[in-house]
């Protein structure tokens, strides 16, 4: 058994795959399935966010489509037909059993301002104190890649620190990670829980072999990074499993866990400047400086080689060695056009060359957090 006592409120994320069936309709037996079990979780005093995917393939199953369009601009069409029926039957469902529930539609660029994010917080928190089921998922009608966050792995792991919660639960279409993807692999293992993920752990997890889902295995794991980094923990669990929710909250031994227990803990800013904020350029530096800031000193403009995009004095960076591996991330003390003139000198020099010196470090140790695998 696991003991779970200190999970008070669970963000569940639904999959594509788990809300339809083979022919890309939405199984409304399956749904009422998982609703049943959030309805019998929050009769025993759990909060609950819902995170669900599925409005493009609801959409697609509304206009009789097989596939899935290619084209941007279909997609984002698909998903504003979807969501509307995607609501209309969690509105249905919920009622039978007297929950309500609301709609939420996020992009990346509402976590990447402190100002919108607090009001985001302020919201859900006010949903939740109605005691009312908040439903959130991704604005893909209006996602552009730059505010995109592309998958709801990611998107539900990103909202854990927003909303308070303990657990992460990715409900999908498989009993949790495997060895290797067990679509193709009949020999894949069922890995039961899991302290740090590493990179050997990343290694196992490949895409979706199902037209539905988005980002596969590797999106799951990406998100249990960041909801570890966090103090969190994340699951997963089959939602082809009528009890799994329950099972899992209970304690019983199903799916995978994921504990971060062997990891980090990042402080609530620092968790920021990793995850939630976008960052505005990058900047390249040379072997020595790569070496000096995995022992988390400052990055100074001497090891700066490489300068990319248009950025101000406060943003957020990133540092990258020669090779294009991300090192580190972090706020910077100078703008852009600044680091072009500076980098690769000595701090003594940077008064000479911009007629004024605020600060020796590009990014003070303080303000930049380093990248973990
Ligand atoms: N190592 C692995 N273990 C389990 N599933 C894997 C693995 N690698 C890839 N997958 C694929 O990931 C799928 C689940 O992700 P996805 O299709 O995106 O579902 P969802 O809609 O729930 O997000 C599995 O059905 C499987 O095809
Ligand atoms: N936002 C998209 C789903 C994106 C996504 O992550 O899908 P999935 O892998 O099925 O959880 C939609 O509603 O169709």
Redesign the pocket.
């Given at each position: 058994m696991r003991n779970l006592e200190h999970v008070k409120h669970v963000i569940i994320?639904?999959?594509?795959?788990s809300l339809c069936n083979e022919d890309g309709q939405l199984d409304k037996e399956r749904i009422l399935k998982l609703i049943q079990q959030i309805a019998i979780l929050k009769r025993k005093g759990l909060k609950v966010t819902l995170v669900?995917?599925?409005?493009?393939?609801?959409g697609m199953g509304v206009l009789n489509l097989s596939e899935k369009p290619k084209e941007i601009s279909k997609k984002q069409a698909l998903?504003a037909i979807?969501?509307a029926h995607?609501m209309q039957i969690y509105e249905d469902l919920f009622s039978l059993f007297h929950l309500k529930c609301a709609q939420i539609l996020l992009n990346h660029d509402d976590f990447d301002h402190r100002k919108r994010l607090m009001n985001l917080s302020y919201a859900l928190s006010s949903i939740l104190d109605y005691d009312v089921i908040p439903i959130i998922?991704?604005n893909?009608t209006l996602a552009v890649d730059e505010i995109k966050v592309?998958?709801?792995?990611t998107?539900s792991a990103l909202l854990l620190p927003i909303v308070d919660a303990q657990l992460l639960v990715l409900v999908s279409d498989i009993d949790g990670l495997y060895n290797d993807n067990p679509h193709t692999n009949s020999n894949a293992k069922l890995l039961s829980d899991i302290e740090l993920v590493d990179d050997k752990i990343m290694n196992y997890a490949k895409d979706?072999s199902s037209q539905?889902?988005?980002?596969g295995m590797v999106?799951k794991l990406r998100a249990a990074k960041i909801v570890n980094d966090y103090g969190g923990d994340m699951a997963i669990v089959n939602g082809n499993n009528e009890t799994a929710l329950i099972d899992l909250l209970e304690g019983k031994q199903i799916g995978t866990y994921f504990s971060g227990k062997a990891g980090r803990t990042l402080s609530a800013r620092d968790h920021w400047i990793m995850y939630r904020s976008s960052p505005k350029g990058k900047v390249i530096v040379d072997d020595g400086a790569c070496e000096a800031l995995k022992t988390h000193t400052s990055l100074l403009p001497k090891g700066i080689k490489e300068v990319e995009g248009s950025f101000m004095q406060g943003s957020i960076i990133d540092v990258l060695s020669f090779k294009g591996q991300l090192i580190a991330r972090g706020i910077t003390n100078y703008s852009s056009d600044e680091l072009k003139l500076i980098k690769d000198h000595h701090s003594n020099e940077i008064e000479s060359i911009l007629h004024y010196k605020d600060y020796d470090e590009v990014i003070h140790a303080d303000n930049l957090v380093i990248n973990k695998g």
């Open positions: 994320k639904i999959g594509s795959t669900s995917s599925g409005a493009i393939s609801s998903a979807g969501q995607l998922n991704e893909d592309g998958d709801n792995d998107l979706s539905f889902g988005t980002g999106t």
